[in-house]
């Protein structure tokens, strides 16, 4: 293939590209208005507490609250504020600013995902004015670089000529202007809500918030006095007083906008009024049925008084979604579907590193248990070709582990009185059949085949869950994490690590079978196929939505069809690939842009950042982010040093830490130059995401069985050709 042949041929793949995901844009669904989302106008009322969950509702014990499942909207609420857990503060001025926000308090500065700094009271007494601590508010949210604008609602609410009424101290938090002023306010008392209720068009009420006992930090200032059981019952008792008092034709919203102490768990909102009804809560900021985040509350807000939204905006308004029927029995079953996004976010959480790490040893124990064994010329000439056998089968399975972390969602392993037992048996349940198809199949033979069949199945199973949804990914242990609220949909960086991987090892398995039979054209254009389409389902808005994937695997593709072309990599032609890469990544950020502010996903969200001024806090969110996941435990600092060591083997295959790839680097013509985009790939996705540091680490999951499985297979065949040693000296004096 001529260079004139090559560029006309990647033009035409660029421009394929950008159609088909253009296509893919316009399609995609945007907000579908509700009857929340078509009508304005008329009151709502907000009631905030914190650490309210969906397991406190009963009908015997919250009588008010049950109600409010029964005859409600409602949903898990995200409340992850800039700290890991959400203090009072933090949720009240999150409702302010319309983005994550947090108190800065007993040290540790303006954010991050370090340690929370305890909770800081709320003023006990407070009267029309400045909010006390504004200004010590206004400089963390400064510092913490999540772009929050303290007092926005308040302002926003105010330059359209309305007003809000505040409730208690919370409620003067959320209602507070960029000054700190707040106008309209009153303490809490039953006996004036009514007169409360009718001055303004927004009234925030703070009916206060519950601690549990048993999981507050000892250095909080705030501390329960009674059991969370009362405090319950305490809250039920005012949001029934605010029902009876709320003015007819308003919405009354009820949010917990903190977490019950030191503990970060989904919490729980609901909304009732002539706009909403007995059903779930949406948003597209989620794409999940029944899960919103807090960040949503504050456009919903602007949105019911028809005030604009500021497009600097993470969250989007919250839609109705109307139940089929309303009753005692749809009500238990909402409420079973809420208490699962709450029970699964919260025991995956606590066991991600305790599975991986011992499914990490466990492998590491047998690879060098093999190892040592074959080293020390241990039995006979079969059983040390059994010894190879079992590693490789080991390795085999070991690779299916990490499509069936996402496939054991299927089952609802968290309500098993042991979550981990239930867990292990759930990803047990499907890595049992892939790794019976991957090892007994016709295709066992060929010393791709196993290596295809996982990377096939790795790719459907991710691919399919982007198509509907991403409901395996959520809560997944190496998925989406709801508590965290990072990300709710599309392709996060572990996904993509596991995608992009798998990607580039099957390239490598089809390119090289196509190489080794004279076919290098076929082979060219079967590994661009397959990169491209890969690339279509990570950066698709509808799909992966993945702001900084394309520009890793893209990359990693070219290399790979420009070595079996047998073109050499030049400077020049360097910088036309990331030129290039560059450009498609704009025009797909720039198509997303153009869509309705609602309907953006990340790309179009970054692209509308960039234009307010707001990029460089992001590229340095990224650098944190990054730098504390290197440095929060020792082993993550084993990365960089793994890394270079790999990218120094596969760079000097004469060196003798690289003797046991040699055998397979010269059996197979593709398999070194496959890793070597492998390593790219990884190097480009860790330097560009937040968090990217774990792409190397979570991709090596996938990599390093399947690779060890391709080398023993190797010295399989060569140790099966030879003929039969009867003696250990015969090994010796081979």
């Given at each position: 293939m001529t260079r004139r042949q090559l560029l006309a041929t990647a033009t035409a793949a660029v421009v394929l590209a950008s159609v088909v995901i253009g296509s893919f844009i316009m399609a995609s669904p945007r907000a579908s208005p509700t009857a929340s989302s078509k009508k304005v106008g008329g009151s709502i009322v907000v009631i905030g507490t914190g650490g309210l969950s969906w397991s406190d509702v009963s009908p015997q014990t919250t009588p008010t609250l049950w109600s409010l499942l029964r005859d409600g909207a409602t949903a898990a609420l995200t409340v992850r504020s800039i700290h890991a857990n959400t203090c009072p503060v933090d949720g009240w001025l999150t409702l302010s600013a319309g983005e994550q926000a947090g108190d800065s308090f007993g040290g540790g500065g303006g954010g991050g995902d370090g340690v929370k700094p305890p909770c800081r009271a709320l003023p006990a007494q407070m009267t029309p004015g400045k909010v006390p601590h504004w200004s010590e508010y206004r400089a963390a949210a400064g510092g913490s670089r999540f772009d929050a604008s303290l007092g926005l609602l308040g302002d926003q609410i105010a330059s359209h000529g309305k007003c809000v009424q505040a409730v208690g101290p919370g409620a003067a938090l959320g209602a507070a202007r960029a000054s700190g002023m707040v106008v309209r306010y009153q303490q809490y008392d039953e006996s004036t809500l009514l007169s409360a209720l009718a001055t303004c068009p927004l009234t925030l009420i703070d009916v206060g918030p519950i601690r549990d006992p048993a999981d507050v930090n000892p250095k909080d200032e705030i501390r329960p006095t009674t059991t969370r059981a009362q405090q319950v019952a305490v809250v039920d008792a005012r949001v029934a007083a605010v029902l009876k008092v709320a003015p007819a034709g308003a919405d009354v919203v009820l949010a917990s906008l903190a977490d019950a102490g030191a503990t970060e768990r989904l919490r729980m909102i609901a909304i009732t009024g002539p706009h909403f009804g007995g059903g779930t809560l949406e948003s597209s900021s989620t794409r999940q049925p029944g899960l919103v985040q807090l960040t949503d509350l504050t456009p919903t807000i602007l949105q019911h008084l028809g005030i604009p939204q500021p497009s600097n905006l993470g969250g989007t308004p919250l839609?109705?979604?109307?139940?089929?029927?309303?009753?005692?029995?749809?009500?238990?079953?909402?409420?079973?579907?809420?208490?699962?996004?709450?029970?699964?976010?919260?025991?995956?959480?606590?066991?991600?590193?305790?599975?991986?790490?011992?499914?990490?040893?466990?492998?590491?124990?047998?690879?060098?248990?093999?190892?040592?064994?074959?080293?020390?010329?241990?039995?006979?000439?079969?059983?040390?070709?059994?010894?190879?056998?079992?590693?490789?089968?080991?390795?085999?399975?070991?690779?299916?582990?990490?499509?069936?972390?996402?496939?054991?969602?299927?089952?609802?392993?968290?309500?098993?009185?042991?979550?981990?037992?239930?867990?292990?048996?759930?990803?047990?349940?499907?890595?049992?059949?892939?790794?019976?198809?991957?090892?007994?199949?016709?295709?066992?033979?060929?010393?791709?085949?196993?290596?295809?069949?996982?990377?096939?199945?790795?790719?459907?199973?991710?691919?399919?869950?982007?198509?509907?949804?991403?409901?395996?990914?959520?809560?997944?242990?190496?998925?989406?994490?709801?508590?965290?609220?990072?990300?709710?949909?599309?392709?996060?960086?572990?996904?993509?690590?596991?995608?992009?991987?798998?990607?580039?090892?099957?390239?490598?398995?089809?390119?090289?079978?196509?190489?080794?039979?004279?076919?290098?054209?076929?082979?060219?254009?079967?590994?661009?196929?397959?990169?491209?389409?890969?690339?279509?389902?990570?950066?698709?808005?509808?799909?992966?939505?993945?702001?900084?994937?394309?520009?890793?695997?893209?990359?990693?593709?070219?290399?790979?069809?420009?070595?079996?072309?047998?073109?050499?990599?030049?400077?020049?032609?360097?910088?036309?690939?990331?030129?290039?890469?560059?450009?498609?990544?704009?025009?797909?950020?720039?198509?997303?842009?153009?869509?309705?502010?609602?309907?953006?996903?990340?790309?179009?969200?970054?692209?509308?950042?960039?234009?307010?001024?707001?990029?460089?806090?992001?590229?340095?969110?990224?650098?944190?982010?990054?730098?504390?996941?290197?440095?929060?435990?020792?082993?993550?600092?084993?990365?960089?040093?793994?890394?270079?060591?790999?990218?120094?083997?596969?760079?000097?295959?004469?060196?003798?830490?690289?003797?046991?790839?040699?055998?397979?680097?010269?059996?197979?013509?593709?398999?070194?130059t496959g890793l070597i985009a492998i390593v790219v790939m990884w190097v480009i996705g860790a330097a560009l995401n937040d968090s990217g540091a774990a792409i190397p680490a979570v991709g090596a999951t996938l990599a390093c069985p399947l690779v060890i499985a391709v080398a023993l297979r190797t010295l399989e065949d060569e140790r099966a050709a030879r003929p039969v040693a009867t003696t250990r000296a015969s090994r010796h004096r081979r």
């Open positions: 839609q109705f979604v109307p139940a089929d029927t309303i009753s005692d029995h749809s009500a238990d079953q909402r409420l079973r579907a809420l208490l699962d996004y709450d029970q699964a976010s919260h025991n995956v959480h606590g066991l991600v590193e305790p599975f991986f790490y011992g499914w990490a040893l466990l492998q590491l124990v047998l690879y060098l248990s093999a190892a040592m064994l074959w080293k020390r010329g241990w039995g006979t000439e079969g059983q040390r070709l059994q010894i190879l056998l079992d590693t490789r089968r080991v390795a085999i399975i070991a690779a299916t582990v990490p499509a069936s972390t996402f496939l054991a969602n299927l089952l609802p392993w968290w309500r098993f009185s042991v979550p981990m037992v239930g867990l292990v048996a759930s990803v047990a349940l499907f890595a049992g059949p892939i790794s019976v198809l991957a090892l007994l199949g016709p295709w066992h033979r060929r010393p791709f085949g196993p290596m295809g069949v996982v990377c096939v199945t790795t790719l459907a199973v991710l691919t399919l869950d982007v198509m509907t949804g991403s409901r395996l990914q959520l809560s997944s242990l190496m998925g989406l994490q709801p508590v965290i609220g990072g990300r709710f949909y599309g392709m996060g960086n572990v996904t993509f690590a596991l995608f992009a991987t798998a990607t580039l090892l099957l390239c490598t398995a089809v390119g090289n079978h196509l190489v080794t039979i004279g076919q290098p054209r076929y082979a060219a254009g079967a590994v661009a196929a397959i990169g491209l389409g890969a690339v279509i389902v990570d950066a698709s808005p509808s799909l992966g939505s993945d702001l900084g994937g394309p520009p890793a695997l893209l990359p990693a593709v070219i290399l790979l069809v420009m070595a079996i072309l047998q073109i050499r990599l030049t400077w020049l032609r360097g910088l036309a690939i990331g030129g290039g890469v560059g450009a498609f990544l704009v025009l797909l950020g720039l198509l997303d842009w153009l869509r309705p502010a609602e309907s953006r996903s990340h790309m179009g969200k970054f692209v509308q950042t960039m234009l307010d001024g707001g990029a460089w806090d992001i590229i340095v969110r990224k650098l944190g982010q990054n730098t504390t996941l290197l440095f929060a435990n020792p082993l993550s600092l084993l990365i960089p040093v793994v890394l270079v060591l790999f990218a120094y083997i596969l760079a000097r295959p004469n060196w003798w830490a690289a003797a046991p790839f040699r055998r397979p680097f010269a059996r197979f013509q593709l398999l070194r």
